[in-house]
C-alpha cells in the first residue's frame, strides 16, 4: 500500500520567511496529493492540491511543486505570518471517480511563525 | 461550498456507554465519507469508508462490532462507538467526498471516556 513520508516534523520560521515542507510517497498509482492545514482542536482544512498531470500549482502564497519520477512533493509557503502557525499535512491518493479514493496522510509538520 | 459539520463537537460519557457522532455533508451530495481517528499530536488514521447505501469496509485493526457506521443518505454518515472505553477516548473527524478529488473535512469530535 501507499506510504507517505513528511519533513520536517518541526519547522521554526521567522515572520516574512519562506517556509518549505516535503513529502515523498510510495505508490507510482498515487495521482492526487493535497495539503491540509490543522489548527488546533479543529478538523484539517483543505489549503491547495495537485493532480499527478501537473508539476506546480500556485495560490497566493502557498505553491506545491511535484516531481512524479522522484515521488515527492513540496509545500511552499511564502512571506509567512503568524496566522500560518498550525500543524501542515500532506497526503496521497490514487483518487477521483465515483467514489472517493482513501487518503494516506504524512506524519505532519508543526510550522510556528514567530513575530 | 463543501461545508461538513459533525455533531457533537465534544463530548464525554462513562465507561460502558455508546456514543453517537453525526457527519453531515451541507451542501453537497457525499457518495463516499470517511472517518478518521486522531490521538493527540499525532496524524490522521483512517478508521472506515462508507458508501451510501451499502455497509462501511474497515481498515485492517479496526473492529467494526464496536465503531458501528450508517451511511443512510448522501448527506449523513454516523458513527456509533459502543461500549466505550478511556482508550476510546481521541479526536474523531470526517470527511465527505463528491465525484472530484477532493475530500471535505468536518471540524472533528472530542470525545472523552471516563
Known amino acids: 500500500g501507499e506510504n507517505v513520508e513528511q519533513h520536517p516534523s518541526t519547522l521554526s520560521v521567522q515572520e516574512g520567511d519562506s517556509a518549505v515542507i516535503k513529502c515523498t510517497y510510495s505508490d507510482s498509482a498515487s495521482n492526487y496529493f493535497p495539503w491540509y492545514k490543522q489548527e488546533l482542536g479543529k478538523g484539517p482544512q483543505l489549503i491547495i492540491d495537485?493532480?499527478?498531470?501537473?508539476g506546480e500549482k500556485k495560490d497566493q502564497r502557498i505553491a506545491v511543486t511535484l516531481n512524479k519520477t522522484a515521488k515527492h512533493f513540496s509545500l511552499h509557503i511564502t512571506e509567512t505570518q503568524p496566522e500560518d502557525s498550525a500543524v501542515y499535512f500532506c497526503?496521497?491518493?490514487?483518487?477521483?471517480?465515483?467514489?472517493?479514493?482513501?487518503?494516506?496522510f504524512g506524519a505532519g509538520t508543526i510550522l510556528r511563525v514567530k513575530s | 461550498g463543501a461545508v461538513v459539520s459533525q455533531h457533537p463537537s465534544r463530548v464525554i460519557c462513562k465507561s460502558g456507554t455508546s456514543v453517537k457522532i453525526e457527519c453531515r455533508s451541507l451542501?453537497?451530495?457525499?457518495?463516499?465519507m470517511f472517518w478518521y481517528r486522531q490521538f493527540p499530536k499525532q496524524s490522521l488514521m483512517l478508521m472506515a469508508t462508507?458508501?451510501?447505501?451499502?455497509?462501511?469496509?474497515?481498515e485492517q485493526g479496526v473492529e467494526k462490532d464496536k465503531f458501528l457506521i450508517n451511511h443512510a443518505s448522501l448527506t449523513l454518515s454516523t458513527l456509533t462507538v459502543t461500549s466505550a472505553h478511556p482508550e476510546d477516548s481521541s479526536f474523531y473527524i470526517c470527511?465527505?467526498?463528491?465525484?472530484?478529488?477532493?475530500?471535505?473535512f468536518g471540524p472533528g469530535t472530542r470525545l472523552t471516556v471516563t
Open positions: 497526503a496521497a491518493s490514487n483518487g477521483g471517480g465515483e467514489y472517493g479514493n482513501k487518503l494516506v
Open positions: 495537485i493532480r499527478s498531470n501537473v
Open positions: 451542501d453537497f451530495q457525499a457518495t463516499t
Open positions: 470527511s465527505a467526498h463528491d465525484r472530484g478529488y477532493e475530500q471535505y
Open positions: 462508507s458508501n451510501e447505501g451499502s455497509k462501511a469496509t474497515y
